[in-house]
C-alpha cells in the first residue's frame, strides 16, 4: 500500500487487527507502520546483501513527516555506500560500556601484572574511573572527558586535612586509561584512543639517600635489634639497593655465595625478567638460613622463616615508649616494615 504521506494521511490512518506498513511515494522503502493500537512510527525497509532490513526511524508526532523523510535520504544515502544502518545500530546498543571495558581489562590483561601493580590498578579504575564513567558506552569517551576527569584526579579529593592535589596520581590513572583504550582498540570496541596524548602532570623525582652518618646509626640500631631475621633483610635492602618485595619473597637457594650473585626470579621482579645481581662481599657475609625452633626445618625465606603469609600489619602495633611488638600472633615474626617501625630504628635517622 503506497501514497503520499502527509501529517493529515498519517493522522487519519486507521488501525487494523494486524500492524499495517503504508510506503511513500516519494522516497522508496519510507513509510509509516500502524500497529493494533494505534501506534504510528516511521520506517525504512531496504536490501543489503541480499537480506531485507527494517530501520525505525522514529515514532509519529515526535517525528514530523517531512524530518522522518529527510533522515530516509540520509540513510539510504549510507546504504549506497555500502553501510548498513540497522546492524550499525545494533552495535552500538551492545556495545560495551566502561564498567565492562574495566572488567575485561582486570581480567584479560591486569591479572599478568605482579599483584602489587595489579591491586594498585584496580583500585584506581574502580575508585576514580568507574564511578565516573561506568554506565557511558566505552565508544563514546572523547578526549575532553579524559582531561576533564584527570584535572579532577589531579586537584586531589576532601579529606580531614582539605583538598590535598594528587597530579602523580592523576598521571598513572591516565596511564592506565591510556593501556586500557589501545586493548579497547585490539578487542573492536572503538577504532581510537581517547586518552593518547594526555597532558601529564609535572612530577618531581625523589632523591632522598641516607648520608654516612645516617646509614652507620641504622647499621648499629641493626646490630643490636632482637628480630634478626628482620634485622638481616634490612641490612640486605641497605646492601644491594632491592625493593623490599624482592627482599621479603628471597629464598636463601636463590643466592651463589661462592659467585656472589642474587639470582631473582622473574616472578619477584618489576621488570618480570631474571636478573642476575651481583652481591658485594658485605651482603654474602650476611648470617645463613637459622632453623626454626618450632618445626626444625631450615626456614628458605630470608624474612618471614618458614611461615606461608605475611603479617598484616593491622596485627602489629608498636608499644608507645617501647620497641617491642603487641598483638603478634604466636610464632610468627613480624615484617620488615614493622621491624622499621619501631623506635629502635626510627631514631636512627634523627639528627644527632
Given at each position: ?114 599483584k602489587r601493580n595489579r591491586d594498585d590498578q584496580a583500585s584506581m579504575l574502580r575508585k576514580l574511573v568507574e564511578p565516573a564513567w561506568g554506565p557511558r558506552k566505552a565508544a563514546e569517551i572523547q578526549p575532553d572527558d579524559v582531561d576533564r576527569l584527570l584535572r579532577r ?200
Open positions: 500500500m503506497k501514497a503520499h504521506l502527509t501529517e493529515r494521511s498519517v493522522k487519519g490512518l486507521q488501525p487494523k487487527q494486524k500492524n499495517i506498513i503504508v510506503y511513500d511515494e516519494e522516497v522508496v522503502g519510507f513509510g509509516v507502520r500502524i500497529t493494533s493500537g494505534g501506534t504510528r512510527a516511521f520506517i525504512l525497509t531496504y536490501r543489503i546483501e541480499a537480506r531485507e532490513r527494517r530501520l525505525t526511524i522514529g515514532a509519529w508526532p515526535d517525528w514530523s513527516v517531512a524530518a522522518a523523510r529527510e533522515e530516509a535520504k540520509r540513510l539510504k544515502r549510507e546504504i549506497d555506500q555500502g553501510r548498513d544502518p540497522m546492524a550499525e545500530r545494533d552495535e552500538a546498543r551492545e556495545s560495551p560500556n566502561v564498567r565492562q571495558l574495566i572488567d575485561r581489562y582486570l581480567e584479560e590483561h591486569a591479572a599478568k601484572l605482579a584526579i589531579g586537584g586531589g579529593t576532601p579529606g580531614k586535612r582539605g583538598r590535598k592535589p594528587t597530579p602523580v596520581r592523576a598521571n598513572r590513572v591516565g596511564e592506565i586509561l591510556r593501556k586500557m583504550f589501545n586493548l579497547a582498540i585490539r578487542w573492536r570496541i572503538r577504532s581510537d584512543n581517547p586518552a593518547a596524548g594526555f597532558a601529564r602532570n609535572a612530577e618531581a623525582p625523589r632523591d632522598r639517600y641516607l648520608s654516612s652518618n645516617e646509614i652507620g646509626r641504622l647499621s648499629a640500631a641493626l646490630d643490636t635489634h632482637p628480630n634478626r631475621r628482620a634485622a638481616d633483610a634490612v641490612r640486605l635492602i641497605l646492601l644491594t639497593g632491592a625493593r623490599r618485595g624482592e627482599v621479603l619473597c628471597a629464598r636463601w637457594d636463590q643466592f651463589d655465595l661462592e659467585a656472589a650473585v642474587w639470582i631473582k626470579p622473574a616472578a619477584t621482579t618489576k621488570q618480570r625478567r631474571l636478573h642476575r645481581a651481583p652481591i658485594s662481599a658485605s651482603a654474602a657475609a650476611l648470617p645463613p638460613p637459622r632453623f626454626c625452633a618450632r618445626s626444625g626445618c631450615a626456614c628458605p625465606k630470608i624474612a618471614h622463616g618458614c611461615f606461608p603469609a605475611r603479617p598484616k600489619a593491622s596485627r602489629f602495633r608498636t608499644s608507645s615508649g617501647s620497641g617491642k611488638m603487641s598483638g603478634r600472633r604466636p610464632n610468627c615474626p613480624p615484617s620488615v616494615s614493622m621491624i622499621c617501625a619501631t623506635p629502635s630504628l626510627r631514631c636512627s635517622f634523627r639528627a644527632a
